[in-house]
């Protein structure tokens, strides 16, 4: 997966989009509606957002685009109705889901708790959380470092991402739906893992989801409040909250979502098929490894907390999220830190960035030389038969090779 990004293209001698496999918008196909403010100078990223929502049929969509910790460009694409058919615009401040950027603040929050010396990086899962090693004695080599650098021995390739296997879990334990976290955690702990702890990274979900429930046992606070207590309120963030499963448990200002795939319900027991973004997967089970709503300056602004050491994180925090793991790095000069893919840039810096994906969401955000950092999100993901979606990485990377003169009028105070 990290090979499909190409984050190091985000320089103004990045390969032209639309020779990175982007088509011209079909004719008499209407732009999107939009809300919000973009810069004369910062059209590039406009155009190009425009560009990428019209060729897949994106109803609605968000980018955010700062410098030096100033928001600069604020955007909403397209409309979605709410209860009642009435019809809105998307603004910058609607809410999405953003499915893995959520790993971003899960990993900040262990090591908040770290620098608050409630836990330490090298502690053991098994005992912090009383998970049992009989089916595998492995599990107790497997450290908070390695399981937030998916370094823990789970592989969704050869046994399933269990995230996302409500009935078979359901079936297994005789327990009925909608299966918690702690059926998630009992069926998986009495399975082995597929490959010893530290060994390679595979992405795991799973791996994230328990260490929300490690931020929730060592805080004796719920997953969710700490990480808007001691993460996000510091930084006067305060739209981002925990998603739910179902059209009809929306927030008032939270946008649909769009698949074109069903799958049975794992909300209840009824057998019913579902569109998929509404009850085909359990969204308060996903919290800390994909359950968040933000918007897209939500996500911008959170990006800012690691420029530099401040009310959240210390330098010596900081440092720790973006460390190599003890894999090293890959073939093309990446590793995964803390809940961030990190990258050496050309600059003497570190691009970082994650993508997020679930049905009915795609989402990128990135932090790149010279002190840019943007955030899209989508309200749908690639699916059959639709143009490649991880081409936005190298897209809004040339978009910044489009700007002679950077703004210096800060958006930030009207979002926040």
Known sequence: MLSRRRLLQASAGAVPAIALGARPAQAGVAEPLTTGVVPSALAGFDKAMKTFITERNISCAQLAVAKNGKILLARGYGIYSKPGASIVRVQPTSLFRIASLSKSLTAAAIVR?????????????????????????????????????????????????????????????????????????KYVTARKLDFDPGTKFVYSNY???????IIEKVSGMSYESYVRQKLLAPVGITRPRLGRSLRSEAFS????????????????????????????????????????????????????????????????????????????????????????????????????????SMPGTFSFLARVQNGVSYCAIFNRREEEGTPDFDSIDPILGQAIGTVRTWPTTDLTPKYF
């Open 113 to 185: 708790l770290v620098q608050d010396g409630k836990l330490t990086l090298g502690a053991k899962v098994a005992p912090l959380l009383g998970l049992s090693t009989t089916a595998d004695p492995r599990l107790a080599n497997v450290t908070l470092w390695r399981l937030l650098q998916h370094l823990g021995g789970w592989d969704r390739a050869v046994s399933k991402d269990p995230l996302w296997n409500d009935h078979t879990i359901s079936a297994s334990l005789d327990a009925p739906l909608p299966i918690d976290h702690a059926d998630i955690i």
């Open 207 to 213: 791996g994230y989801m328990l260490a929300g429930r």
């Open 253 to 356: 200002t939270e946008v649909t979502y769009q698949s074109k795939y069903t799958n049975k319900s794992v909300v209840d027991s009824s057998g019913a098929v579902v569109p998929f973004p509404y009850g085909g997967f359990n969204m308060p089970n996903q919290d800390a490894n994909g359950g968040w709503l933000a918007s897209a300056v939500d996500m911008v602004k959170w990006g800012f907390v690691f420029n530099a050491a401040g009310p959240v994180l210390n330098s010596t925090s900081l440092s720790r999220i973006f460390a190599k793991p003890e894999t090293g790095v890959t073939a093309g000069g990446s590793w995964y830190g803390l809940g961030w893919n990190v990258r050496n840039n050309n600059a003497g810096g570190l691009n970082t960035w994650h993508t997020g």
